[in-house]
């Protein structure tokens, strides 16, 4: 037999001796790996291991019977159809909080945490209301839809919808149909068809100026009752106490607290009793205009 035979004789048999060994590694791994798993399934259907109660907690607005039900389903489903999740170590913990944060838009933030091994608390966090966002349209007395050569200042507005927002004007939840004004008001007169929840009220821009200048007119005993957005930049509030007070987003909020005061200060009788006023417009700047 030639030298090139032998060599290749040789060759083939550390081939055959490599395939033998690497199936034999693989067999050893596919043995350890089913043990294993086999153990896992052992140990994840062990009582002492499963969730027995599940605890809701922080609910107020929200359904905690829907926020049990979320969380209490999410120990049914098997890994492999064999492996149980009912437990500690293999509960999808923020697949969970996700869910409960799409359930309902009044949830703010969601926990899942295991007290102990077989209890499962669940903590929610709601938005906490603090002013008032409602839908209008403009109508006529007589009922009809107002022209545009009408002025928004003076056509009644008819209220369509009323939603809870909080402090940054994040919309929530829908509002009932309050007789008086427990909270702030902001209307606007903007026709959508889109529902606002989980949206916020106005631009971050727009909503700091305006709470801004509302915070000033405190100086001057003047507190807020609706604010009306007129257009993208006009504002109209009215106060509790006076009459309307138009105002524009595009002028510095400070500045217009200020000459707000002046103009309340000027209208002051002798004795310091303020004299009822109807409107002052301070969108002009330091020309501002008012009706008693």
Same mark, same amino acid.
């Given at each position: 037999m030639s030298l090139f035979g032998r060599q290749t004789i040789k060759s083939q048999r550390t081939r055959m001796r490599r395939v033998e060994r690497a199936f034999e590694v693989t067999w050893n791994i596919f043995l350890v790996v089913y043990a294993l798993f086999a153990f896992a399934i052992w140990l994840s259907h062990r009582p002492s291991l499963q969730v027995a109660?599940?605890?809701v907690e922080g609910v107020a607005a929200t359904d905690g019977n829907a926020?049990?039900?979320v969380a209490t389903d999410a120990l049914n489903p098997k890994i492999l159809g064999r492996l149980n999740r009912n437990n500690s170590v293999l509960y999808q913990a923020?697949?969970?909080e996700d869910e409960l944060l799409a359930l309902d838009a009044r949830i703010k933030t969601a926990r899942a945490t295991f007290d102990s091994r077989k209890q499962l608390h669940v903590t929610i966090t709601e938005y906490v209301p603090s002013l008032l966002y409602c839908q209008a349209s403009q109508v006529t007395q007589e009922g009809e839809e107002a022209t545009t050569t009408q002025s928004i200042k003076d056509i009644p507005l008819h209220i369509d919808?009323?939603? &809870?927002a909080d402090d940054r004007g994040y919309i929530f939840a829908p509002a009932p149909e309050y007789n008086a004004y427990p909270f702030l008001v902001f209307i606007s007169t903007q026709k959508s068809e889109v529902n606002p929840l989980r949206t916020f009220a106005f631009t971050k821009a727009s909503y700091d100026k305006v709470t801004t200048f509302l915070d000033g007119l405190k100086s001057d005993r003047v507190t807020a009752k609706t604010v009306? &957005?007129?257009d993208a930049s006009d504002v109209r509030i009215t106060s509790r106490q006076h009459g309307d007070i138009l105002w524009s987003t595009e002028r510095d909020p400070k500045k217009s607290a200020d000459n707000l005061a002046l103009v309340i200060s000027s209208l002051s009788s002798d004795n310091g009793v303020h004299v009822p006023w109807k409107r002052i417009d301070l969108r002009f700047g330091s020309k501002i205009f008012y009706r008693q």
């Open positions: 109660t599940v605890v926020i049990a039900h923020h697949k969970v919808q009323c939603y &809870f009306m &957005f007129l």
